[in-house]
Structure formats: structure tokens, C-alpha cells
């Protein structure tokens, strides 16, 4: 025979709908929106991870300002270097000897002329001929017959070839010293007489032409758009709509870009002054976004463009052709060190057979560290971090509701129970049954959640998304993350807290059911109260009945507020920093050279007041992990940027000396990672296996990034850079005597709003989708907290009926106590739920890279307070509806 | 009758400490046998409720023991108790504990999914008259109806003792002879023993065998040979 109890459920959950559904749609929600976010998120790093196999994307690129020789791809291919050294003195030796050649022509020639003169004068004298013009006109003849003779003369002459000799060895021998002189400068330059070991890499033709895009067909430019061709067997395009180009007039564009400039499949577009269909929107591997330069701090997907055509179309276009060239190791490297030694190899290679065939690099770029293929690729890494603080707030959240409800159910059935026990139910089976109904709404919640998660909500991700970045298309993939986050975690979560809730309370013996005797102490005497109206009495002795509920309340009005402040508080967190980050920057100008000499060697300087030398250096700090998404950006190591400070420094000023094994970290890596002043910290490098050791000697008040201050002479020591080495220049003023061509970036804070906009746009989608949702599971929480407190009273409210009080009465009486401790407590509950969010928040940003602190602007917390008012008085509306429909007979008939 | 089933020996307990200590069962004696109708009759704060839980094993004295059968309750851990009660017993309360999402049908099923070798379901409803009531819920009942449903869910599970406490405290007259007359059926036609404590006096007419308690302990232990029918019973 089957469980009879088992049809209690279904009944249950019939008669019980309003809260039921209340609770599904809660977690409908929670876990509908969190999974959509998780599925969107690995759904789309899953299409971007996929597109770099199938699209064949490069291990990197390299620009020649020519085409380059078979001969020559097929060095670079080799890996191998050249020998530099030898094809400098091959050269110095060609140009030498051809200048010694031509010197010791000249001197033949002066000689033999002279000498011819001589002999004609002495002949004159002879013959007694004095007229000058006789004369001359006699050597002019002597040398039109004779001088080829008497040149073929001397060069046959034992002294004449001794003395070429000399010469062309001297010339020689200043060549190789020369050459030596120069070689060292350029090895030392390129590290070309480091450890070396061949990459061999297979080359393939990525030529790409940039030009003017017209896109609205006003005839001005709108963008520029680099072009490549639709036969490219590296870096390939996925397309998010049409096809690739076929014909000559046609044309695929990044879709992200036509996006923005509202280009739509059809339309026709000017490049260069033609006509081209736009047949194709795409999205190219190694653009995910449009950075035009890799030293460009933010993408723009207005300005710049990239494209599609046919070859023919290709050789039509008339702007020069850039002879790129993407590269792929024939054996991929397996870590991030084995990255970069590759490419410092590879790079070796490329520059000195460049060199030997006449070649210029114009540009090299390795893959790791190109902006328009990784940028949004860590972005959207890094991006779950919302979600997670949502997903873990939100499961205590729904825990705890579980956990009122058991207990709730458990008392209002004591005699049931009891009654069960004493016929021989033994504990676990009331166990079992008990847990049934949270497992079943919570696997109910679950269910619809994760169908939405991956249908409707994934769909809502990738969409804000696609609103950021060029990607690929993509198709839902299944994720652990999200169904470890959202079912698995809730479901375990319900269980044990079921499980340790139940197993608990239905510790006691069947009479202690039988009796209702469920507290375990009892308060033995009423407390006296002072002589007040008895109404006042009444309302008073309801409150000090209910402590355990409305402790039970004051703990949900936490969670609320806690969700609130997130609501709120993220938004204006990133406002917040938005806002200040400009302020944060150290000057107003802040100049990265590529190096710090130019092409002659000399160092690179400016006239400018205000500048100042700085040097910079990207380190990294270890983080412990302790995330489900390891290794996915937010499992990585934290960057520290070292900078090393002018004495004296207008910018930053550092308090004690700084050595090369203590320096100052900024105020947001010590709130970070609670490092203090005496505290030991390792740092190490990315992509080498190097480590440096600091004590900490204060903190600098900058809370703009995770940070390190040496002065400039610490920070070359404690890098055994040269002492006069440095980075770049800090400005108050725009420098305008540096040539472009030796500026790596200049960031000014227009560039920083840039970012934080772009990280506004990004976010921004998010925050109001956790925003909505988050309140209405605010106010399903708040609807079910109240409705737990009038049915616990069910019984008395029914009780007063009888004794002949008005519905406006009992209301006054059961309400308005609770209406005061919602109010006494709403701001203490914001206090406690900002001080909460903060914490989880600092938390969470241990797992992120950079740092921003947990703000909120007061009008925020007067929302989030008013909010929750708001929301418990139409949650009163709904009691006063329910004491009125609560039956007179509740107190009297005993049907449990 | 046959020979001795329930022995109750020397059973103490009392409840609160020091001078709040108040000995409810001090030193209780007697025996029943398998099948008898016994009733436990005393006024108020007699300790017939306390001595009925000991029996029922969800209470403990503090000394003396319960026999059922020759098995010592004391002897037992708390799953053998639950087996115990499981196996052997039916309980009816007072207050009726009907769970009310279930119908009356399956309010019965509650105790037949209990019993190794319950009663037949149907005839249980026929024998308490709820046949035509069978899918109603207890709240659809009246007071009576649904201590006929406790009656039903009791015993269904054709128990050796079945076990009631005051089941018609909350009754009026004639819907509790009515319920006596049922236990009396019950206790004829499936000989289960029953063991019923009231502070009516009238019901003792109906038992054979008749304990009178006062202030914790026996003060009579009489064999009823003349009982009559509960239908007969008059107050």
C-alpha cells in the first residue's frame, strides 16, 4: 500500500497556491534569470573558444612595409635567425670596397695625369718651347694617347697592388669594427644574443587595404574600414547574418559596427569612393572588438570597421596595400610563459631575416596580446561576477523562506504529527514526508527556471551582449555553472536545511506534539504592563507573542534590504566610479612611450614644465581561487602596475625612502587584500618565472587601481633596468614636442570616461534586469512574511471574531504592530543589509581583477528604505483583506 | 476472557522538581486481559491521561514498568517503541488530529498503511456509518463524525489494544453513545482490547473491567459482570 500521506501533497499545493506560487515564481525567477546569465555567458565564451579553432585564428601577426620574397616566408617559416652580423659586413664590405675602388681610381688618375704632365714639360724644355698654350695643348694630346696605357702601367705595378691591398683591408677591418660597434647596440636592443630556440610557424597572406567608409552616403567619410579578402585562410569571419561576398560589388561588414551606424543587410555602402553591397554582417575572429590600434585604450565600433570582398574586388581598391602576414606555431605553446618565449623567439627570427632581405617590420603583434580578439573575451570572463552575488543572496534568501515555512507547517500540524507518531509513524518517514513539498517546489522552480534560463533569459544575456562587443553567433551550450549555482546549490540547500529543520523539530516525543508543547522553555508569568487604554494592552501583548515571527520578519526585512542595496547599490557603484575615476588619474596626461630612446638613440625628452619621468612595470599579485569558474578570469592572479616615482615627484608623493624591497601600494590594494604597512608581499611576473619580494611601507591614497610606488631609482635597481631607464612622461599639459611615432599611449581622463562608459554600457543591461527582478522578489518576500504572520494568528484573529470584534479592529490590532516593527526596523535592516552587501561585495571583488568599492548615494537608501514601506503597505492591504476572510469557525472547529 | 495481557506494575511518575514536584502516578498495579473492555475512571489530575501515554509508550514512568504480552516497554529503544505502537496499537484522542487535507477514505488509509494485516478499508466505513461521508474532508464534518473518522484510522489497523482518551469529551450525549457503541463493536467484532479513560462514570456500566483511579493511584479494580450495552448507558 502507497504512502496515503503521499496525496496530501498535490492538495497541499492546491490549497495552499497563492504561497506556492509566490515561492515558484521566485524561483522561477532567480534561477531563470542567474542560469540565462550563466548559459548566455559560457554560451557565448563556448562560440568565442570554438571560433578560434574553426576560424583558424593566428598566434600572430607581422606588417612588412614590402611584399615579401618566397625566399623569405620561407626563413621566417624556418624560425631560425639570420646572421646579421655577417650580412652587415658583407654589406659595409660591398660599400667599402666600392669606395676604395673609386678612391684609388681617382688617385691612379691624378697620378698618371701627373706624371704624363711631367714628362711632356721636361720634353718642351728640351725643345726649348715656353708658350704655355703650346704646352698644354702638347699634354692634352699626351694624354688622349697614352693614358690608358700608362693607367693598365701602374695597376700592373708591385707597389699599386700592395697598396690596394691596404686599402681594402683597412677598409675591412673599420667595417667589422663598425658592424661590431652597431651589432651589440642592436642585439642588446632585441636580446638577440639571448638563449634562443627556433619557432618554426606556418605564414599565411593576410594583406588587408584601409579606406573610407561612407555609410549614410553623404559622400563625407563616416569610418574607416580595413579590408580583407573574402579568400583569407587565417583569422576567418563567422557570420551573424548573410554570407560572405561573392561578387565584386558585394561586401560583408562587422556587425557590430552596422549596428551602430544602422547599416542593414542590402544597403549599399561607399569604400573608397565605390559602390559596395552590404550582403553580410560578420563577426571576425580577431576582431571580437573594433580596436583600429592595439595601443588604443578603448575599441570604437563607429569610427572604425573592418570588412569583406572578393579578391577581384581587392586589387580593384585604390589605397595602399598593408603586406600583413598572420602566423601560426607549428606546435601551439602550453602556457603563458611558453607563450611569450615563443613569441620573444619568433620575434627574434622575424627582425633579422627582415633585415637580411631588405624587409621592414611595420608592425608585430603576437595574439596574446592583441586588445580586438581578447578584450571582450576577459570581459566577458569577468562578467559573472554580478550574477554570482545575485545567485548566493538569493539562496540564503530562499533558504531562509524554506525554513519558516517547515517550521510553520511543523506547528501548525503538532497534533497531526503527534497524533501520527502515537499510531506508529516512525520520525524518518514524517522526515520524508515532510521534506517532500520544498524538494518538489523547489525541483518545480528549477525545472521552469533552467527552461527559461535556456531559452528566454540566455537569449536576454547574449542579447546585452551583442549590444557590447562583434561576436560570433552562438547556440546555448549546456552549463555546469549554471546548474551547479542555480539547481544544484538550491536543491542541496533546501535539502540539508530541510533536512536539519525537520529532523530537529520533529526530535520531540509524540506527546510534546499531542500537547503543542514545541518551545522548549515557556515563559511562566505574563509581563505587567502599565495602566493604558486596552486596546494599547491588547496591541502590546500581540507584539510580545509574536517576537518569534517578527524576528523571523526583521531577519526577511535584512534580506530585502540586502537585495535593495544591491539593486541600488550596484548601479551607483559603478556611477560612482565612473564618476571619480578621472579624478583618480595621477596627472592629467599620461604618456607610455614605446621606448625610451629614439631611432638616433638619444633619449627621448620634452620641454613641457609640468613633465615628469615615471616608469611602469605589470606585475602579479597571487590570489587564493575559490571559485567554480576557475580559470576563467576571475580565478586568475590579481595585476599589479608598479610604478616608479620621481623623487621629489609633483604627482605622487611617497613618504619614507622606498628601496628596491619596499615600496607603497595604493590605498585600493590594501582595502583589496587587507595588506598593511610592515606586511610582506610577492609579487611576480605574468609571463616569466620571476618573482620579487617588497614590505610594504604605507599605503597611497589612490583608489583607482591596484597599484605599486617605488622611486624611479628603487624601481631600476629592484628591475635592474638602467638608472636612467623610465616609461613615459607624466603632464599637467598636452606634450607636443614627442613625435608620434615614439608614444605607445597617452591616457587623459577623457579616455578613462571612455572606459567607464563603455563598462556603463556593458553593465548597464544587466543592472536593470537584476534590478527588476530583484524587486519583485522583494515583494514576494515581504508578501510572504506577512501572510506567514496572520496565519500563525489565524487561530486568535478567528477567536476575537467571535468575541465580537470589527474587522477595522482586529486589523488595528494584528497589523499595525507588525506596520511598527517593519518601520522601527526598515533602516536598522538597511544598515545591516548595506554593512552585508559591502562585505559580500568586497568579497566578490577578491575573485575580479581591479578594484571598486561598494557605494551608494543617498537617495538610493532612501529608495531602498522607502521601497520596502511601500511594498509592506499594499502587503497590508492584502492582510486586512485576509483577516477579513478568516472564518469564525477557525477557533472553534477542531479539524486538525 | 483469556489470561493476562497488559501488566502494569508498580508505575511512579511525577512531573516539576522540588517543591513543584507533583507525583502523578504513585505506585500503579493491575492487569488486563487480552480482549477486555477496561476502563480507567477519575476525576481530574488522576493521572489517567499520564498512565494511558505510558502505555501507549509516548511517555516514560519514572519507576515500574508496562508488560504487554510479557515484553517490558521500558526495555524498549525508541524504534522498537515506534514498532510497538506501530504493530500493536490504536490510539483515538479527544481532540480527533484528523489531517484535513485528506478525505475521510483516506484519513482511515492513514492507519490501514500502518498495519501488517489492517482491517478491510470499506468495511471499517461501513461499521462506522461513513460510507455515504467517505470523500468528504474533516472539515466537512461534523464533531462526531470526524471521532468516528479517528475511530476508523485506529482500528483499521486491527490492533491488540486500542487505546482512547476521553473520546467523547468533546461530545454531546447522544453522539457519544453513538461512538461508545462503536468502540463496543469494534472491541466485539475484531476482539481488539480496549482501554478507554473517562472521568464519566456512566461508561464504566459498559466495561469488563473497571479501574477507578485517585491521586496517582488504583483505589478500585473491579470486574464488571453485569455490563450492558453502551446504546443502554444513561447520564
Same mark, same amino acid.
Given at each position: ?93 660591398? /660599400?667599402?670596397? $666600392?669606395?676604395?675602388? &673609386? =678612391? ?5 688618375? +691624378?697620378? !698618371?695625369?701627373?706624371?704624363? @704632365? #711631367? ?39 708591385? /707597389?699599386?697592388? $700592395?697598396?690596394?691591398? &691596404? =686599402? ?5 677591418? +673599420?667595417? !667589422?669594427?663598425?658592424?661590431? @660597434? #652597431? ?14 630556440t627556433p619557432v618554426p610557424v606556418k605564414i599565411y597572406e593576410h594583406f588587408y587595404r584601409e579606406e573610407p567608409e561612407d555609410n549614410n552616403g553623404d559622400g563625407a567619410e563616416d569610418a574607416t574600414i580595413r579590408i580583407y579578402k573574402s579568400d583569407s585562410e587565417i583569422d576567418k569571419a563567422s557570420f551573424n547574418e548573410g554570407r560572405a561576398p561573392e561578387a565584386d560589388d558585394e561586401i560583408a561588414i562587422d556587425r557590430m559596427h552596422a549596428d551602430n551606424v544602422g547599416v542593414a543587410l542590402g544597403d549599399t555602402i561607399s569604400i573608397g569612393g565605390k559602390e559596395f553591397k552590404v550582403v553580410g554582417l560578420l563577426s571576425y575572429v580577431n576582431y571580437l572588438t573594433l580596436h583600429e590600434s592595439n595601443t588604443d585604450l578603448m575599441f570604437d565600433a563607429f569610427g572604425f570597421d573592418v570588412g569583406m570582398v572578393t579578391p577581384e574586388a581587392f586589387s580593384q581598391l585604390k589605397s595602399r596595400v598593408h603586406y600583413c602576414y598572420a602566423y601560426k606555431y607549428d606546435k601551439a605553446p602550453e602556457s603563458k610563459v611558453e607563450q611569450k618565449d615563443y613569441s620573444e623567439n619568433f620575434m627574434k627570427a622575424l627582425i633579422t631575416q627582415t633585415l637580411v632581405y631588405d624587409n621592414e617590420i611595420e608592425d608585430y603583434l603576437p595574439e596574446y596580446m592583441r586588445q580586438a580578439s581578447n578584450f571582450a573575451v576577459t570581459d566577458i570572463e569577468g562578467d559573472s561576477v554580478g550574477a554570482s552575488i545575485l545567485c548566493y543572496i538569493l539562496i540564503g534568501v530562499i533558504a531562509f523562506i524554506f525554513a519558516i515555512i517547515i517550521s510553520n507547517t511543523i506547528e501548525k500540524e503538532a497534533s497531526v504529527i503527534g497524533t ?477 | ?235
Open positions: 500500500m502507497k504512502n496515503p500521506l503521499i496525496k496530501r501533497i498535490p492538495r497541499e499545493l492546491k490549497s495552499d497556491w497563492h504561497k506556492y506560487l509566490v515561492i515558484i515564481v521566485f524561483m522561477v525567477i532567480m534561477i531563470g534569470v542567474i542560469s540565462g546569465m550563466y548559459v548566455g555567458h559560457d554560451s557565448m565564451l563556448a562560440a568565442v573558444y570554438a571560433g578560434r579553432q574553426e576560424l583558424n585564428l593566428e598566434d600572430g601577426s607581422f606588417e612588412l612595409s614590402g611584399r615579401a620574397s618566397e625566399d623569405l616566408l620561407d626563413d621566417i617559416s624556418s624560425g631560425k635567425k639570420a646572421d646579421v652580423r655577417s650580412y652587415y659586413i658583407d654589406k659595409g664590405n660591398k /660599400e667599402a670596397d $666600392k669606395k676604395v675602388a &673609386e =678612391a684609388v681610381e681617382d688617385e691612379l688618375n +691624378e697620378q !698618371v695625369t701627373e706624371k704624363i @704632365e #711631367e714628362a711632356v714639360r721636361a720634353q718642351c724644355a728640351a725643345f726649348g718651347i715656353t708658350d704655355e698654350e703650346l704646352i698644354k695643348g702638347q699634354i692634352d694630346a699626351a694624354i688622349e694617347s697614352s693614358f690608358d696605357k700608362a693607367i693598365e702601367e701602374a695597376k700592373e705595378s708591385e /707597389e699599386y697592388r $700592395k697598396a690596394i691591398d &691596404e =686599402a681594402y683591408d683597412e677598409a675591412h677591418e +673599420e667595417v !667589422v669594427k663598425k658592424v661590431d @660597434e #652597431e651589432w651589440d647596440e642592436v642585439a642588446d636592443r632585441y636580446n638577440l644574443n639571448d638563449e634562443f501520527l507518531r502515537a499510531s506508529g509513524y516512525s520520525r524518518s518517514e514524517l522526515v520524508v514526508h515532510y521534506m517532500s513539498m520544498p524538494v518538489i517546489v523547489t525541483l518545480i522552480g528549477a525545472v521552469i527556471g533552467n527552461i527559461l534560463g535556456y531559452t528566454a533569459f540566455k537569449d536576454l544575456a547574449i542579447y546585452l551582449y551583442f549590444n557590447s562587443y562583434s561576436l560570433p553567433k552562438c547556440h546555448a551550450v549546456w552549463s555546469n555553472t549554471a546548474l551547479i549555482k542555480t539547481t544544484i546549490i538550491p536543491l542541496l540547500l533546501m535539502f540539508f536545511i530541510n533536512l536539519f529543520v525537520i529532523v530537529k523539530k520533529l526530535q520531540l516525543s509524540p506527546l510534546k506534539f499531542l500537547r503543542h508543547d514545541l518551545v522548549k522553555t515557556r515563559r511562566t508569568k505574563a509581563m505587567r504592563l502599565p495602566r493604558w487604554s486596552f486596546l494599547k494592552r491588547f496591541r502590546l501583548r500581540i507584539l510580545f507573542q509574536n517576537i518569534p515571527n517578527y524576528l523571523v520578519l526583521i531577519f526577511g526585512v535584512i534580506f530585502i534590504e540586502l537585495m535593495m542595496c544591491f539593486a541600488f547599490g550596484l548601479p551607483d557603484s559603478l556611477k560612482h566610479y565612473a564618476k571619480e575615476a578621472p579624478d583618480m588619474m595621477f596627472a592629467e596626461y599620461q604618456y607610455m612611450l614605446m621606448g625610451n630612446k629614439d631611432d638616433d638613440g638619444n633619449i627621448i625628452e620634452t620641454d613641457e614644465e609640468s613633465a615628469e619621468r615615471f616608469s611602469m612595470t605589470e606585475l602579479m599579485y597571487p590570489k587564493k581561487s575559490s571559485t567554480f569558474r576557475e580559470g576563467m578570469g576571475s580565478g586568475g592572479d590579481e595585476s599589479v602596475t608598479v610604478y616608479g616615482i620621481s623623487e621629489e615627484s609633483d604627482y605622487i608623493s611617497l613618504g619614507k625612502d622606498t628601496s628596491k624591497d619596499a615600496l607603497y601600494i595604493s590605498s585600493a590594494f590594501s582595502k583589496k587584500f587587507g595588506l598593511k604597512a610592515g606586511d610582506v608581499i610577492t609579487l611576480h611576473e605574468e609571463y616569466e618565472n620571476k618573482s620579487y619580494e617588497f614590505s610594504v611601507l604605507g599605503v597611497v591614497d589612490y583608489d583607482g587601481g591596484i597599484a605599486a610606488f617605488l622611486d624611479a631609482d628603487s624601481f631600476n635597481k629592484a628591475f635592474e633596468k638602467d638608472s636612467d631607464d623610465f616609461s613615459g612622461y607624466f603632464s599637467r599639459k598636452e606634450i607636443t614636442d614627442i613625435d608620434d611615432q615614439y608614444i605607445a599611449t597617452v591616457i587623459t581622463s577623457e579616455d578613462i570616461l571612455k572606459v567607464t562608459n563603455q563598462l556603463m554600457h556593458s553593465m548597464g543591461g544587466f543592472m536593470g534586469v537584476f534590478k527588476n527582478a530583484l524587486i519583485v522578489l522583494s515583494a514576494s518576500l515581504i508578501y510572504l512574511l506577512a501572510k506567514i504572520i496572520i496565519e500563525r494568528n489565524e487561530h486568535s484573529i478567528s477567536m476575537v471574531k467571535i468575541l465580537g470584534f470589527k474587522n477595522g479592529e482586529i486589523g488595528s490590532l494584528y497589523i499595525i504592530p507588525t506596520a511598527i516593527v517593519v518601520v522601527l526596523f526598515a533602516a536598522i535592516a538597511f544598515v545591516a543589509g548595506y554593512y552585508l552587501m559591502v562585505w559580500i561585495f568586497h568579497a566578490f571583488m577578491l575573485q575580479m581583477d581591479g578594484y571598486f568599492a561598494f557605494y551608494m548615494n543617498r537617495s538610493s537608501m532612501v529608495l531602498a528604505v522607502l521601497y520596502l514601506l511601500i511594498g509592506y503597505a499594499f502587503v497590508s492591504l492584502i492582510d486586512f483583506a485576509r483577516i477579513k476572510r478568516i472564518p469564525l469557525d477557525v477557533a472553534l472547529k477542531n479539524i486538525e | 476472557m483469556s489470561e493476562q495481557f497488559l501488566e502494569i506494575k508498580d508505575l511512579k511518575k511525577s512531573f516539576g522538581t522540588g517543591e513543584a514536584r507533583q507525583d502523578v502516578l504513585r505506585g500503579m498495579n493491575f492487569t488486563v486481559k487480552k480482549g477486555e473492555f477496561c476502563v480507567l475512571l477519575g476525576p481530574s489530575g488522576s493521572g489517567k491521561s499520564t498512565l494511558l501515554n505510558i502505555i501507549g509508550g509516548i511517555d516514560t514512568p519514572d519507576e515500574g514498568f508496562v508488560s504487554i504480552n510479557g515484553d517490558k516497554l521500558e526495555e524498549m529503544n525508541e524504534k522498537e517503541l515506534t514498532l510497538y505502537r506501530r504493530k500493536h496499537l490504536g490510539y483515538v484522542f479527544q481532540m480527533y488530529n484528523l489531517i484535513p487535507n485528506l478525505n475521510v477514505k483516506e484519513n482511515i488509509e492513514v492507519g490501514a498503511y500502518l498495519s501488517d494485516n489492517p482491517l478491510d478499508v470499506e468495511e471499517v466505513l461501513t461499521t462506522l456509518g461513513l460510507q455515504k461521508h467517505k470523500y468528504k474532508y474533516p472539515n466537512q464534518l461534523s464533531g462526531g463524525q470526524q471521532q468516528r473518522v479517528s475511530i476508523g484510522r485506529a482500528v483499521v489497523k486491527n490492533p491488540d489494544i486500542l487505546m482512547c482518551d476521553e473520546p467523547t469529551g468533546a461530545l454531546d450525549y447522544k453522539t457519544s453513545k453513538e461512538i461508545l457503541a462503536l468502540i463496543e463493536d469494534c472491541n466485539n467484532k475484531f476482539g481488539s482490547t480496549v482501554i478507554m479513560v473517562t472521568h464519566n462514570e456512566a461508561i464504566r456500566n459498559m466495561a469488563d473491567h473497571v479501574i477507578k483511579l485517585r491521586d496517582g493511584v488504583v483505589r478500585h479494580n473491579d470486574i464488571n459482570e453485569n455490563k450492558i450495552s453502551a446504546m443502554d448507558l444513561e447520564w
